[in-house]
């Protein structure tokens, strides 16, 4: 391996080379830290000066580069020297410069003391250094992956997803648990509005979709066959299938879960009149009967005449299912046109808690609203009860005419609501460590787990994603969309993994995490804490990675007690580097405090950039050190900052909680969890808990950053100087 020589290179321009002493910085780096080339160049992202570099790398044998400019979140592709040149991206000016907030000290009667400004840039190319010193190229694992998909579901959803795949280039398996392929969209009358101008119901489209699936060539599809066992990692897939009886292995590259929904179990709905009252059914078993052309009462097989439908059966209800299913109200207003088409005199009541009809459905809505036959009134329900003639009695309160109200009627209809499939069957049946389901949050409500704002096909196992109403309720027209996009992540994954690349959200990064099995003790906290599954064990409890399954976010290396986890690129040792090349002031010096900040990469770095791009200002006594997640933070950095003099550290991350936001899904929160474990490292050290605080940031709230900051100075101010400094 060719000898490590570095190259700073310092942009000048956007403000940096008027607000900084440039003397001072250039001077101290190279007696510190001796790079074996070091320049101050006009606009680093232009032509020529991206040039100057290349000629560095060319004539002078420079493997490892320093950028010293704007964040590395923007000109990402700009600083590209090849595989063979490790680079690294020092934000002096979003970080720095931008955001330096003059503390108003006067300049230092000793020459050799630097301003604050002059001082940070000094620390952040340092620390840029440092990075680079402990950085290896990194070793890609390529696999020669089997580059097809498996699909588990011949529903709507499931369908299309296969069809996507397909017509992209790429085998599929589809597998379907009935002996035929449509799911609950084949056993459907009609189907609300997919066209302008949106008015009418339509006679299903899925005998097409199904044709097209069986007509391709792409496509194996196994039905009345169900998945027994799913192993191994995307790209090497190795998958039990059940077919008529007959187990069978098969090589799967990556995996589209749609096995879709079920109705909620009306039979928990007794108050609304369910299994006591026979002429109260679900909207499931009106559908089947307009299918099969018998709109009757089920009691006596006499015509329906009139129907009374009930919204949220069930729904928006913490006793029953907590959340709307999103096309109840669409299905209510399909299905009472189908109780007037029957017959001209026929009534049909909807009582509802709100009338849900996003965008164009609002033709549909106000088509329905205008026949004369139909009245929807907001309202809550008393009470279902049935007449000595058979008729049932629907009893509400606080309709919109500001009056009680009660109706007789056929029929009563109750909207039951959407439940994933994946909330109490074994669909998956995962031959992994965590266990063979995805994980369950209660926030989910049996969904599948995902971060839904940044990855909405995601699952929390890599190579497998969720698409249509296994993920959420949604609509036929929503589900066709979702099925595109889970089919088109299927396909990035394989591509990735295949070329030994991470996928989302570190999409393409070749590093991986390596172990030192010699100092392992077995603890398993690794392999139980990894928000991906991607870590199984032998029976001594030593991990075993699959690195396919991995996303590289770290928190593996923050939760080993012995350190011996480690990326090419990042690690417990070069973060210590790093703090360590951080300049602490004595306790004498005036603004001699110093506060390190731990910044993830997802949320809280682009936020703290925003806030500097639109002049916001903090202390000049933090610096900043990106991580790949707060899930990452191993206590040994917050010992080494500590015994280092450091006056406090924060972290500053991701939400976590309900409505979490992290990007690795359990990071953020694992971080929170293991406050306790840096607490006793405080304790240890002798210094107080809060000197480190973890705080939440979304990528929205950059506003509130220099507040975020300010606050937690203030507050560790107020103990007082860390003891160790100066030691």
């Known amino acids: ?73 923007v000109m990402w592709d700009v600083f590209d020297f090849g595989p063979d040149v490790l680079t690294e991206r020092v934000n002096i000016r979003e970080h720095a410069v931008w955001s330096f907030r003059d503390p108003g000290l006067p300049e230092p009667e000793d020459e050799e003391l630097a301003d604050p400004l002059t001082m940070m840039v000094r620390d952040y190319i340092r620390m840029g250094i440092a990075r680079l010193e402990k950085s290896e190229y990194p070793e890609k694992e390529p696999l020669d992956a089997v580059m097809n998909v498996l699909v588990m579901g011949g529903g709507l959803t499931g369908l299309k997803a296969a069809l996507d795949n397909a017509e992209t280039g790429y085998d599929v398996v589809l597998v379907e648990k009935e002996d035929k392929l449509g799911g609950f969209a084949a056993k459907m009358y009609r189907q609300t509005p997919t066209k302008h101008p949106y008015t009418q119901a339509e006679n299903p489209d899925i005998g097409e979709l199904i044709r097209k699936v069986e007509s391709n060539d792409k496509i194996k599809v196994m039905t009345k066959s169900e998945v027994q066992l799913i192993k191994g990692a995307p790209g090497r897939y190795i998958v039990t299938v059940n077919s008529g009886g007959e187990e069978q292995e098969l090589n799967i590259g990556s995996i589209v879960l749609a096995t879709g929904w079920k109705p909620y179990d009306a039979n928990k709905l007794g108050h609304l009149g369910y299994g006591k009252i026979k002429n109260v059914v679900t909207n499931i078993e009106l559908e089947t009967m307009a299918k099969e052309g018998k709109l009757v009462r089920p009691s006596d097989g006499m015509p329906v005449k009139s129907a009374a439908f009930i919204q949220c059966a069930g729904q928006r209800d913490p006793e029953h299912l907590p959340y709307c299913s999103a096309v109840c109200c669409m299905v209510s207003l399909k299905q009472a046109k189908y109780i007037r088409e029957k017959d001209d005199d026929a009534k049909a009541f909807i009582f509802y808690i709100d009338m849900r009809t996003p965008g164009v459905y609002e033709n549909y809505y106000r088509e329905v609203q205008d026949d004369p036959g139909i009245f929807l009134t907001k309202s809550e329900i008393q009470e279902v009860s049935e007449d000595p003639d058979g008729q049932t009695i629907v009893k509400v309160k606080d309709t919109l005419l500001g009056e009680d109200l009660e109706v007789a009627v056929d029929l009563v209809v109750l909207a039951t609501g959407m439940v ?93 995490p390596k172990f030192n099995m010699v100092r392992c003790t077995q603890c398993k906290r690794c392999t139980e804490e990894c928000p991906f599954g991607a870590l199984d064990d032998d029976e001594k409890g030593t991990p075993e990675p699959n690195t396919p399954r991995c996303r590289r976010c770290g928190t593996c290396m923050g939760a080993c007690p012995e350190r011996v986890i480690s990326f090419d690129n990042y690690s ?77 550290v924060l972290l500053l991350g991701c939400v976590y909680g309900d409505d979490y936001q992290c990007h690795f899904m359990k990071g953020s929160e694992l971080c929170n969890k293991r406050m306790d474990n840096i607490g006793e490292t405080l304790e240890r050290l002798q210094v107080e808990a809060e000197r480190v605080q973890q705080k939440q940031v979304a990528i929205d709230q950059y506003d509130q950053i220099p507040k975020i900051i300010d606050d937690f100075i203030e507050e560790v101010e107020g103990f007082g100087p860390n003891p160790y400094k100066g030691f």
């Open 1 to 73: 391996m060719a000898d490590k020589k570095t190259g700073v290179y310092i942009c000048t321009d956007c403000e940096i080379g008027e607000k900084l002493n440039m003397e001072k910085v250039t001077e101290y780096i190279n007696e510190e830290c001796s790079p074996a080339v070091m320049k101050q160049l006009p606009f680093l992202c232009s032509k020529q000066g991206v040039e100057e570099i290349k000629k560095d790398i060319d004539g002078e044998g420079i493997n490892r580069v320093c950028i010293a400019a704007c964040s590395p979140r």
């Open 420 to 512: 994933s499939t994946i909330s109490d069957e074994a669909v998956l049946k995962l031959g992994y460590r965590q266990g063979e389901q995805l994980p369950d949050l209660d926030l989910f409500n049996g969904f599948a787990d995902s971060n839904y704002i940044c990855f909405p096909y995601e699952t929390r196992r890599t190579g497998i994603y969720a698409a249509g109403c296994v993920r959420q309720p949604m609509s036929m027209s929503t589900a066709k969309d979702d099925a595109a996009g889970a089919a088109l992540k299927s396909i990035q994954c394989l591509e990735s993994v295949n070329r030994g690349l991470s996928v989302h959200p570190r999409s393409l990064d070749p590093t991986y």
């Open 572 to 648: 417990v040792s070069m973060l210590n580097e790093m703090i360590a090349a951080i300049q602490v002031p004595d306790d004498e010096e005036e603004g001699g405090y110093r506060f390190l900040v731990l910044v993830c990469e997802n949320d809280a770095y682009p936020a703290l950039d925003m806030a500097a791009m639109r002049k916001h200002k903090w202390s000049a006594s933090v610096r900043f050190i990106g991580i790949r997640c707060l899930g990452s933070v191993n206590t040994q950095w917050i010992a080494e900052s500590m015994s280092k003099g450091m006056d406090g």
